[in-house]
Structures are given as structure tokens and as C-alpha cells.
């Protein structure tokens, strides 16, 4: 019994509580949190908070780090964890805000209002210190970064770690992911939600996914003004975009062609399209009626397949340039960037990451994968010089001081927030300039998951002395009904206001609350009530800047509310 008690609160002459007893005890904190993560209830799982909650067990029972060291490896993977966050939302953070995501941001910031405001509230009404509900926010909206912010805020105004704001996460992360959930259920039943036909709704790309999807249509040729015109010269006087893939003869229905800018038309002829969906009416005016057509009888001549831009080489380059048509015989469909799909009009202009749809023969679809996909030593690794050099910026970053006016100092990003801005930037402007390759990018999962698994368990430890005399009490039991009115409130109103005023799709609206509450878990409920991705787009399109925002509003209520 002596020996297991030495091994895990640490032996005076062999571990001596050092480097070797804290990797074993963070290193099994994180193995059986990562394992408990993998149990689900009707596809719903608590996930990484898991790790928080064995490191919270551990610390209960005394088996945790010396302080210091503690601090600095719970500090060090939240460092490595925002900057890989920020990696991953770069590229596609200020194109949210076009084509139909200004409507979709804008209310995740009312949300996110509400949810402040419901803060502030409880903090007033309740008496409890910022600090602690800052901690309850940022369980109550499963957001990580925030309680990293939260702690790194504290510690710069009173100079120690304030536990509660763990405790505080801890007793109200489960309520964020039951809440969200059981906020869905009621609206499907309060708004009177069809699945079935918000469905075909959002196949069709009707409620805010007009501008944020594409839909591939076949379409029977019968307007007699282009009966004899080729789709270059149709393309001239059309008012949007498409892309007019692969073609059937009237003549020859046994066989399917590939549709260049000399392709003419006949009547009768189908035609695959891709297009908006807000488009689809312009394209029946256009050419003919929409019909159903199975596509798949031809997959012997000619199939559809998705490639992965990591050619550097590509970047800056439009789809025209690539002559994809010309040398292998195959078309580009549609373009995916970031969850939201443009259609391949020959202009584009590419990036690293990006996923081209691809219509050809079986032939013409490896010459086209081999060209997009091409890839040398340097693009096989992570490049991880950029990355170091990322994350020292960002340690700068986030000691400078910012005055604001009426904050009695000033506020600063700290290491939640200046490594997540640089590496947005570096995001952002990396595949642009080939300063990161897509191997960079796949690199940058892995280390989120390990930053975000060492300071979750590093979070529980420190926590875990205090926790069960918390949570046992009636106070423990007010925070997490405090944690479900944060969660619930802002979703059922926002919901409300989303589907009467906006006008949303319902599966668009769960995206959009589930990324507005950067909840993994509300996310994945959402895909399982659907085959479609618009819950996905939705999530896409608020995640960044709902992330940014809530790190930042956390450390300005603690400095200005203490």
C-alpha cells in the first residue's frame, strides 16, 4: 500500500515528485479521460471533459504535480492547443462573414449577449465573485480557451490561481453539453419542426444556406432561344454562377460526355449542373425543367470523386490555369473551403486545403488526383519552424497592453488569445503565400488534442482538492443550475428569434448554436437528426469568431467586475 501511495503522490528517494512521477500522473490522467470520452449516450458524450473530471478524482485523493510545475505544463498545452485552434480557423475566418454569414454571425453575437447578460445577472443577484462565473460561463458554453483566459486574467490582477474558476467549469461543462441538447429538443416540439421537411428544405438549400452551399441538379433542355448555343456562349448572358459538368444526348442515352465551353445543345439533352441553390430557379428559365436522373448508371464511364489541394504549387492559381478539361478530360465541380461550397466557375482562384469535386473517367480522375495532390518532401512533413516561431509571436502577443477606456488596467490577450490570433493570421495568410503546407495543418490536429488533453487534466488536478466539497453542497448545486439557465436561455431565445425573424432552416439554426456555444457534442446530436451538412455550415461559419469573442469578453469582465 506504501509503495502505490509513494508511485502516484510521489516516492521521497526514487520519484521524488519530479519530472518522471508528473509525466506518469498527467499521462494517466489523459489515457483513461480519453477513454471515458468515448462512451456515448444516444450519440451524445461528455468527450474531453472526461479528462477534467479523472484529473479532478486524482487531485481529490492527492495525486497530483508540485505547483509550479504543474502550472507550467497546464499553461504550456493551453498554449499548443489555442494555436493549433487558430491554425485550423484561419483560413476560412473573414470569408464567414461573406455570402450569407454576416445574417448567421450576427445572431450568434445576440446569443452570445444573452448569455453574458444572464452572467452579469446571477453574479449580482447571487453575490458570487467574477472570477467563479466566469469559471460557470465558460463550462456552461464547453468552452475551454475561455476558462484558460479566465485563470490567466485572474492570475495577472491578484497574482495567484483562483480553483473555483475550475470548479466552477467543472460542475457547469456538463450541464453546457445536456443543455444544448435538451434546448433542441424543446424547440423541435415549441416551433412545431418537421425533420422530414426541414430536410428537404435544406437539400434544396432554403433557410440562410442559399449563399453557402451547392446543389448538382440535372436538367432537361428545352428552351428554344439556346437550342443550338454552346455553353460558352450561354455562360456570356447568364446572371450567376454554375457549372455545367456532364452532359447526356437525346440522341445517345446509352452514354455520358464530358461538357466543355464548345459543348452545344439540343433539345431533349440532360445536363448535370452544379449551382446555388438560390440559383436554381435562373437555371430552369435558363435551360429547361429540373427532373430526377439517375447518374449512376454511367459510373463504368464516368464518376465523381473529391481531391485534397496540397500542391503548393496551386496556391494563388485559378481553376482555368490548371487546364483540367483540356489535358485529363475531367471537370471541376464545386470548390469546398472551410465547410462552405463555391462553384467552380473558371476564375477561382485556389488555395492549399482546399476540396475540389471532380467529374471524369476513372482515368481522368487519377491524372487530376496526381496533379492537385502532387507532393515532394517538403509538402510530406509538417513545416514545424513556422509553428515555433508562431507561438514565440504569440507569447508576445499576449503581454502587450491594450488601454481601453473605463477598465481600471489594461486588458491583454494573454496565452489564450495571442497564440489563437497569430496563428489565425498565419492561417490565414500561410496558404496564401506558402508559408504552411497542408501536412502543417494535419500536424496542428495532433497537437490540439495534446494541449487540450494536458491542461484539461492539469485544470483538474489543481481543482480536485476543493471540488467534492463544492459540489456536495448547496452552493455546488446553485452553480449548476446557474450553469443551465446560461446554457438554456440564450439558445431557446435565440432559437425563437432565429426561426420567426431569420427565417432559418432548423438545422441550420442547431449549427449556428452549437457553434455559437462552441459545443462539439450539440454538433454531433445535430448531424445524427440529418443526412445533410448544413448543421456543419452553420457551425463553420459562427465557430471562429464566436471562439475569439468569448476569450476576449471573459478577461474584460473579470478586469472591469472584480
Known amino acids: 500500500m506504501d509503495l502505490l501511495q509513494n508511485l502516484f503522490c510521489g516516492f521521497p528517494d526514487f520519484w521524488g515528485g519530479g519530472v518522471a512521477h508528473s509525466v506518469l500522473i498527467v499521462s494517466i490522467v489523459m489515457a483513461l479521460g480519453l477513454l471515458l470520452g468515448k462512451i456515448k449516450v444516444k450519440q451524445v458524450s461528455l468527450g474531453l471533459a472526461w479528462v477534467l473530471l479523472v484529473g479532478i478524482l486524482f487531485g481529490q485523493f492527492n495525486m497530483t504535480l508540485e505547483p509550479n510545475l504543474l502550472h507550467f505544463v497546464k499553461e504550456l498545452g493551453l498554449i499548443i492547443f489555442v494555436f493549433a485552434i487558430g491554425l485550423q480557423v484561419g483560413p476560412g475566418f473573414f470569408s464567414s462573414f461573406r455570402r450569407g454569414g454576416l445574417a448567421l454571425n450576427g445572431l450568434m453575437l445576440m446569443v ?39 485563470q490567466q486574467a485572474t492570475t495577472d490582477i491578484f497574482g495567484i490561481d483562483a480553483p473555483k474558476i475550475a470548479i466552477g467549469y467543472a460542475v457547469t461543462y456538463p450541464m453546457g453539453v445536456l443543455g444544448v441538447v435538451l434546448s433542441f429538443i424543446i424547440l423541435r416540439y415549441v416551433l412545431r419542426i418537421n425533420l422530414r421537411k426541414e430536410e428537404e428544405n435544406a437539400f434544396r438549400g432554403l433557410g440562410s444556406t442559399e449563399r453557402l452551399s451547392i446543389r448538382h441538379i440535372t436538367v432537361e433542355v428545352d428552351n428554344e432561344r439556346i437550342i443550338g448555343k454552346t455553353i460558352g456562349e450561354i455562360s456570356q448572358f447568364a446572371k450567376c454562377d454554375f457549372m455545367v459538368t456532364r452532359i447526356v444526348f ?90 462552405i461550397d463555391y462553384v467552380a466557375v473558371p476564375d477561382f482562384v485556389l488555395q492549399t486545403g ?35 516561431i508562431g507561438i514565440a509571436f504569440g507569447c508576445v502577443l499576449a503581454h502587450i497592453p491594450f488601454i481601453i477606456p473605463g477598465l481600471p488596467q489594461p486588458i491583454k490577450f494573454g496565452l489564450a488569445g495571442g497564440p489563437m490570433i497569430i496563428a489565425i493570421l498565419m492561417g490565414y495568410f500561410g496558404t496564401k503565400h506558402h508559408l504552411l503546407n497542408i501536412a502543417t495543418f494535419s500536424s496542428g490536429n495532433m497537437l490540439r488534442e495534446i494541449g487540450i488533453t494536458m491542461f484539461l487534466a492539469c485544470v483538474g488536478l489543481q481543482a480536485g482538492r476543493d471540488f467534492i466539497s463544492t459540489v456536495v453542497t448547496a452552493e455546488g448545486l446553485q452553480w449548476a443550475g446557474y450553469g443551465l439557465a446560461i446554457t438554456m436561455l440564450p439558445i431557446l431565445i435565440g432559437g425563437i428569434i432565429g426561426r420567426y425573424f431569420m427565417h432559418l432552416n432548423f ?41 475569439i469573442l468569448r476569450i476576449i469578453i471573459i478577461q474584460v469582465l473579470i478586469m472591469s467586475i472584480v
Open 250 to 339: 437525346k440522341d445517345d442515352d446509352s452514354t455520358c460526355h464530358i461538357v466543355s465551353g464548345n459543348t452545344m445543345l439540343h433539345e431533349g439533352d440532360r445536363i448535370g449542373v452544379a449551382i446555388a441553390p438560390k440559383d436554381v430557379a435562373i437555371m430552369k428559365a435558363l435551360f429547361g425543367q429540373v427532373i430526377d436522373f439517375d447518374w449512376t448508371k454511367f459510373d463504368s464511364i464516368m464518376n465523381v470523386n473529391r481531391f485534397l489541394v496540397s500542391n503548393t504549387l496551386l496556391n494563388g492559381k485559378a481553376i482555368k490555369e490548371l487546364n483540367i478539361r483540356s489535358r485529363f478530360g475531367a471537370n471541376v465541380a464545386k470548390v469546398t473551403r472551410n465547410g
Open 354 to 388: 482546399d476540396v475540389l469535386t471532380v467529374v471524369g473517367t476513372e482515368n481522368a480522375l487519377a491524372h487530376t488526383d496526381s496533379e492537385v495532390s502532387k507532393r515532394n518532401n517538403r509538402t510530406s512533413y509538417g513545416d514545424l519552424i513556422p509553428i515555433f
Open 112 to 150: 452570445l449577449a444573452m448569455s453574458i447578460l444572464i452572467t452579469l445577472i446571477i453574479k449580482y443577484v447571487a453575490n458570487i465573485p467574477m472570477p467563479t462565473m466566469a469559471g460557470i460561463l465558460s463550462g456552461a458554453v464547453t468552452n475551454t480557451p475561455a476558462l484558460g483566459a479566465a
Open 507 to 547: 438545422f441550420t439554426l442547431m449549427g449556428v448554436l452549437s457553434g455559437g456555444n462552441t459545443n462539439p457534442p450539440a454538433l454531433a446530436y445535430a448531424n445524427e437528426l440529418t443526412s445533410t451538412d448544413v448543421p456543419s455550415i452553420g457551425y463553420t461559419i459562427v465557430y471562429p469568431l464566436a471562439m
